[in-house]
Nanobody, 126 residues
């Protein structure tokens, strides 16, 4: 099982930015499709973004397209989620995960997540 560690969450005002990081000390993340999903209390899991293995093609949910950017730094074995123009509706626990199906399908249907970490909390509030 791939062990992933997320970091970078916090409290930010509406319109602000955060950058989340996802890394693994044991596995090469470029060997996997890596996705971010979020989950808020009493809400369903929502696939947010995904980056494919090797060719790093990116995918986004409609709710974050144009505001969030997913990227890889293979030298650091890290996947990032840059989140700009944050809104209160973005508040949730954010998790990075291996994606065991295609990125596009996983992001669109919020399924296909394999291993994920403990998550990092994002709170957008004034």
């Amino acid at each position: 099982q791939v062990q992933l560690v997320e970091s970078g969450g916090g409290l930010v005002q509406p319109g602000g930015s955060l950058r989340l990081s996802c890394t693994s000390s044991e596995f090469t993340l470029d060997d996997y499709n890596i996705g971010w999903f979020r989950q808020a209390p009493e809400k369903e899991r929502e696939g947010v973004s995904c980056i494919s293995s090797r060719d790093s093609i990116t995918y986004y949910s409609d709710s974050v397209k144009g505001r969030f950017t997913i990227s890889r730094d293979n030298a650091k074995n890290t996947v990032y989620l840059q989140m700009n123009s944050l809104e209160p509706e973005d508040s949730a626990g954010y998790y990075c995960a291996t994606v065991v199906i295609g990125c596009a399908y996983a992001t669109r249907n919020s399924i296909g997540f394999g291993s994920w970490g403990q998550g990092t909390q994002v709170t957008v509030s004034s």
